[in-house]
């Protein structure tokens, strides 16, 4: 454990910025899994609103640093491709 009192910040900053980091990663992660579902019951409609959430949602955790930029691009482009793979 730390002595030094900046130090004892840190972690405590830390703590939070984790705790943060890991419900937006939750939420995309909920977010993908909607989309996921939505393409494998066929439903195109729901599929497209879903990614349309799922987007929103990985754009959000790429401004605030949560990931970089082009791994949220790619998840969305993966997203966009299996909606559009739908007949």
């Given amino acids: 454990m730390a002595n ?3 130090a004892k910040k840190r972690i405590l900053v830390n703590e ?3 705790a943060r980091n890991k419900a937006i990663r939750s939420k995309v992660k909920t ?7 939505a393409v494998a019951s066929g439903d195109k409609a729901a599929a497209q609103a879903a990614l349309l ?3 929103t ?5 790429a401004t ?6 082009n791994n949220a691009s790619r998840k969305v482009s993966r997203l966009s491709k299996a909606v ?3 007949a």
């Fill in 4 to 6: 030094i009192k900046s």
């Fill in 16 to 18: 939070t910025k984790a």
């Fill in 31 to 37: 977010a993908i899994k909607k989309v996921d579902a």
């Fill in 53 to 55: 959430a799922a987007t």
């Fill in 57 to 61: 949602e990985i754009d959000k955790a």
């Fill in 64 to 69: 605030k640093g949560v990931y970089h930029k």
């Fill in 84 to 86: 559009n793979s739908i």
